[in-house]
């Protein structure tokens, strides 16, 4: 399969994919930073728009951060992988520490993020949640759940590049997935770009900047 050659790239062709959604009133873009950033600014350009950030922080395995034990997005939205936690027998008090430590980072990139301009609301719109890809599908489980919170008129997940069995669950589960790329071998989201450098607080702010002047 061939690969996209960086974000931006992925975007674009994850916008032609979205373009049946563009006439529909109301509709917005919520983009998972940082790398779900770049990806939502392209979606959000070809569907003539509205973009913002949905901040959703992973909660990672004392001693292992890679792994995901859970993951928060915004001040009241808490997923929990209790088979991660149960498995590693992690205690209790272990992860009310990485929760606390995670919205402490959460509200710091939201202020940073947004450069004083207000969230923009999911209520009665067309929600399309786009991240850089789907692995486990923990870090997009909370933001589905803050979205709902929310109470948008549809909500749709959008992302270039997903595991087989990460959509598969999020269909069972009443979720709309759009997604071009679905591998076989699916390994992790960085294999399916040739330019997968991380996203910086700065070209974030930038993009959001420019989102609001096109």
């Not at 003539?48 to 951060?65: M, N």
């Not at 995670?102 to 993020?113: F, K, N, T």
Request: charged content about 25%.
């Amino acid at each position: 399969m061939e690969r996209y050659r960086d974000r931006y790239d992925a975007g674009r062709l994850l916008g032609s994919h979205l373009r049946g959604y563009a006439g529909l009133d109301g509709a917005a873009v919520f983009a998972l930073p940082r790398g779900g950033v770049p990806v939502g600014f392209e979606v959000a350009r070809c569907l003539h728009a509205p973009l913002d950030v949905l901040v959703v922080r992973k909660l990672g395995v004392p001693g292992h951060e890679e792994l995901a034990m859970g993951a928060i997005a915004g001040a009241n939205t808490l997923v929990l992988n209790r088979e991660v936690i149960d498995r590693l027998a992690i205690p209790q008090p272990a992860i009310e520490a990485e929760v606390q430590h995670e919205q402490q980072e959460l509200a710091r990139r939201e202020a940073a993020y947004r450069d004083g301009r207000k969230p923009l609301s999911a209520a009665d719109r067309v929600a399309i949640l786009v991240d850089d890809g789907l692995a486990t599908g923990a870090t997009m489980r909370a933001a589905v759940s803050a979205l709902q919170q929310q109470g948008p008129a549809r909500l749709v997940v959008a992302v270039p590049v997903a595991a087989a069995d990460t959509c598969a669950r999020f269909r069972r589960d009443g979720m709309e997935v759009v997604c071009p790329l679905v591998p076989d071998s699916f390994y992790a989201v960085g294999m399916w770009y040739d330019d997968f450098a991380q996203t910086t607080d700065e070209e974030i702010r930038d993009l959001l900047s420019t989102a609001t002047l096109v």
